[in-house]
Structure formats: C-alpha cells, structure tokens
C-alpha cells in the first residue's frame, strides 16, 4: 500500500463536472488500496476574480487581507471534493492550510512552507479516509494566513508528500507532461517520460509553465518523485525524478524558448571598477529582475554592456540606465524588446563536449544571428532575434535528436 | 471611551461601493474615539450561491464539509472591508472564527457558540486597531469550521459584544429598525424606539425578521444593549434593551402576523391516554416542527385536535396524520394551508387585562372568524383565515393604539 499525492490544478477543477471527474480519479486510486491526500488549487479564474475585487476595493491591498481573501478559492474547492467524495460514499475529509499545520514564514504573498506537521493528515489516513487539501495556503506561527504564490498548490503538493514520505506525487494539470519543446511551434516535439529535477527547474524557469519551479526544488531537496500527468486522459505523464536514479541520460533533453525578455544596452561605458554597481542598484532597487548580462571589451578604456529584463520592465529600465548613462558618461543607451531566448537543456550535456558548437551551428546554417550567449552546467541559452524563434526552436531539436518518429 | 461592536449585513456588503460605505461608517466611530470591532456577513446572495454549488456538487452535502464552504463567504467580505481600511490609512485586521477564537459546538450547520477567547481581539483594540471578524463562523475544539445557522452574523456579533462586554452592539441592516407591524400591508406603522429583549424574542419568532432570534436570546442574557438600524442612513434605529431599562411600558408594542403556517385537523379522536403521543410522535420524527395545538372537548370520549406546521411540510404531516388516523380510529383528518397567525407582543400586557378581549372584540367587528387562539406571558396569537391577514393586522394596529399622527 502507498501513499499517493494528487494534485489537481485550475484549469482540472474548474467546474463541478470536472470536480466529479476528479472525484472519480481520486477514488480509483484510494480503491487500488493507497492512502491518498489530495491538494487543490482554486477553480480556474477565481483567483483573478478576487484579486480583480481586492482591486477594486483598495489601490494596493493590503497583503495579509489578500492572503486572507485568495485562501477562499483553495478552501471552496477543497470543501466541494471532500462532500462529493462523501456524497459518493468514501470517507473524506477537507483540511484548510491551518489544518493540515502547514507552517511558513510571514511572507505574505509569497510565503515560504518551514515545516508541515503530518499528525492529523496521518490520523485520517490511518481511518482510511481520503484527505483533502487546499493548496496555496499556509499558516505562519502567529496563525494568519498567508499564501505560497502563483502555482503554490504545487509547493503545498511536493512538500505534503516530502512530509508524509509519499511514494509519488502526481501533479494532474491540462498538459499530458513535460515535452522536447513546445508542440505549438514544434510539431515534431515528444513527450519526455522521464527528466531530472535539474533539467525540470531549467525547463521550468525558461517557460515550460507546468510545474512552479520552488515545487521543483523542494521535491529535488526530498527526492520525491514527481509525476505530471493529465486529469483528462488516462495516459502516463512525465516523471521527474533524481538523475542517479538510472534514467536513460540524453545530451539534451528539451529545447525552449522564452519570449518575455529585453535586452537594453549601453555602449562605450568606462571600464572603471564600480560602473557595474552603478548600472544595476537602481534597476534593483525598482524590482527589475535582471536575467542575462554579457560586458563585450572595447578597446581604449571602454566597453559595451547589454542584459535583459522582463518585456514588461523594458521601458521602465530604459529610463533608468538612461539617467544612469549621463552620471557615468556613457556614449549611448537603447533597448530592444524584439527578442527571445532560446536554450538547450540536459543532464547528458555535463559529460558531453561539443554541445555548443552543435548549438551555434544549427543557427548558422539558418542564418540566425546569435546575439547574447549564456551557459550554466546544463543548459545553453542564446538570445536571438524574436521573429526567428519558431525557427530556431526546430532546427534545435532536429539537431538534438529530439524528433518524433513518424 | 466606549466598545462599539457593528455588525452589517448581507445586503449592507452586498459589493464594492457599499462597502466603501460600511468602511466610511466604521471609521466615523473609530475617529470619534471609540474601540470598534466589525462583524460582517456574506455580500448579499454568495451563501446562496455556494448552496447552490454544494447541491450541483452532490445531493445531500454533508454537514462538516458545507460549513468549510459557507465560510468562505464571510472570510471574503472580512478581508476586503480590512484591506479597504488599511488602504484609508488606518490599522485594521480581519479575523476568521477560529481565529478571533469563536468556540462552538460540533453542530455543523447550527453550531451554538461555547465561548469565545478575547485576547487577540483586545491586544488588536489596545494597538487602536479596527477589528473585523467574519461573521456566521466559528470553530469546534478540535479546530474544524462550524457556522452558526442563517442569520448567524448577528449571534457572532452579540456574541462577541457580551464577551468583550461591548457598551453597544449595533445591527446595520436594510431596514431602518423595527416597526409596529409589517409597513408594507400597515402603512400607519411607527418605527419602535426603543422595546425589550423579550418583546423582540416575540416579534423575530413571529416574522419581524430583522435580528437572528438567538443573538436576543444572547443579549438578552449577558445585557448587551443592541442598536438595530439602516447602513444606509444616519437615522437612530430600534434599541432592543431590559424591559428594566426605564423604558416606557406600552400595553402592545406591535402586531405581526406569520403566512407560513399551516392546519392540521384530527376529527373525533378517541379521548384516551396516549393518543396525542400517536399523533404527534411521527410528526416529531419527521423533522416537523409544531407550533400551536388546540385540543376541544367533543361529547362522546372524542376531541377533535388542530395543529398547525409550516407551510412547506403541510403536504407530509397531512400523509403521516392520515396513517394516524388510520391506527387510532380518527373520523377523518385533513389540512388548511390558506391560514394566517396575527400576534400582539407586549410586555405591558402583563399588567393589563382586557388585552385578550380587546383582540377579540376588534376582530369580531370586521367579521374575521379566530379559528385558534394561543397565548403566552407577553402575547396573544389568532390563527385567522388568511385573506383577512392585512385587514386583521391593520384593525389590531388601530385598537391597540399603535397608529402613527399624521
């Protein structure tokens, strides 16, 4: 007998049709004799809902009563499972955040899990009873409610199943996995059965919006395996599990692209020690995420220096580091939203030289101008021009081996 | 300095713009030096909405599992009013049931209250905070959610008010305080000063339903004086107070009158012990609550035996009362649902006589046949055909001297 985690997204409880489906799903597992907790995100939309209300109500609400309000829509969802899981004769029952003690920090908004105590989730399993979860939601030690952050129901999810020693936990979403690349703009791509939780934490942070990437961290820190699945098929997923844990190692695993950056550079900054200080403090200290930053040598005492923001952040960072120029003397400053990063990821890659020059060749020979490069141990980025993404993305994942079979 | 506990209802949050409104009123006390504690009730229309959820979800949604949805409602609205009050500039915090330490019983649902801890509440106060509690909720002693039954919000805020041994619990509702009779069938109706708990207990039972019937039950024990008046105007309402309180004592201080009642008629009953326990034994079992019974003497050890029960239960008491008949030899039974109850409450009455007469005597002149009479310390109640249900309520108003001079 195991012990399961489900998790079931937005978009998979979104009305009382496809609650029943879940339902369904749940008592199918709990009936194959596993002990099952389910996690619950809100139905799709409602969290837009009340924020749209709490906009309404206030300019910017206030982040302990925002908290407070967006713990309705996990707390709905939770109620509605766990009656109709009664209602079709199981035993069930719905723990809210506070319940199921899942204690964080006071970071409202975005609070991080500290520690989840498991005595009650335990006492009900032990009665066989299918445990009901609302994600998202946490408590911190004085007893307010705080919330994890976007898809923080799978954060609630991993970390449950971290606590409860869980064999697996599913992740159930509108997507039947983790795939080579996006099918939209590579038809060609497949389903991953199998990644690491490294690879997955690059493939998430570069936009495969599957699984929230702190979910990720925390099922890699517990060694929980990972299966993302569709609630809508019977179909297997994408696992995601320890790379040591025998899974066949590719050089490169997926190829994706990003769309949400920009780049702004500024040209014939002085090469001077405390240039670099005074060109990213005041973009911190606006809340700009800054991704890349590459700094080309000139020659006589200057450089050229360009990094990349979020596209929404673009124009506010161009005023910035337009400012920033004129103190520290700068020739020119301009930003370029018309661009995407595409990267390469795998494990495999660690152990395999020539990944980069297979990479930078495959857009050669499409006469894609490579404009920014970036690496880490798994992963190759390149900014590129936006109109060549779809373009890019398929040469990538021909190059790579990635291609279905058909 | 006083404690002033507001409560506003449903239709009083009913959206953003009346909560705005609520908001500005909490905050006119607060300035005026007052500690205030708000207790609010679901927008107007979500409790129902969220039934309706529960019923679409499964058909007889079980009791824990409802209550953790229902409470949601009034989490809602407790977090939008404190973050709209913190956005004003002033210090606020929302509180839920179980965390302004709301204790109940285990009756999900109908869950009375046990106690209520203050001191999170107080230690808000001191800081010169505004505290808003969700109404309607509470939670058990082993933390699940419990709701306090349609109406709840105002027994919370009672509640909370006797606790706190608040200087006033005022009722913000869409009515401007409670009049003499219903103004909509009495147009010389007067609103009501000021009148006593067990006047009111008289009037919310008989179908003045402002105030939740078991938040005077609460007043009335801890003596918590409670202000019933309109959110939507600055008008001094009703004072709901100890008949004690040197208030004037008029001999009726209103008439009301009930249409949700029905008749159930026994013809010749055999006179013999145990037969009103055959009667009214299935009756009970079935859920039905009976209000008033007449039993009249017939010649010939037989009786003949009314009843009456609400009017959505008329159809099943008249079936369980025909098997009845069945087994005790009753002639015939049958049943009237187009009945009326007109009362006249008064604590005066207690001190007068004639009052019972001079129902009577009114009655009689405009030709309205009494088919049964109840009366208690404070009331006399006439169940009356109910076509003459304006008329009957109107001559009462007229002869107990309650019209308004205009």
Redesign the interface.
Known sequence: MAIVVQKFGGTSVAD?TR??NVANRVLKTHHQGNDVVVILSAMAGVTDR?LG??N???????R???D??L??GE??T???L???L???GVQA??L?G??AEVVTDCEYGNARILEIGTDRIKRLLKDRKIVVVAGFQGMDIK???TTLGRGGSDTSAVAIAAALNADVCEIYTDVDGIYTADPNICPKARKIKVISYDEMLNMASLGAKVLQIRSVGFAKKYNIPVHVRSSFSEEEGTMVVNEDSGMEQLVVSGVTHDLNQARITLKKVPDQPGVAAKIFSPIAEAGILVDMIIQNTRSGGQTDLTFTVPKADCTKALEIEKKVAATIDAEDVFADPNIAKVSVIGVGMKNHSGVASLMFNALARENINIIMISTSEIRISCIIEEKYTELAVRVLHTAFGLDRDD
Chains 1, 2 share one sequence.
């Open positions: 009382i609650i029943r009340l209300l709490a309404e109500a206030t300019d910017a609400p206030d302990r009563e925002l407070v309000l713990a309705t707390q709905t939770a109620a509605i766990a009656m109709m009664k209602g079709m029952q719905s809210l506070h319940q007893g307010n409610i």
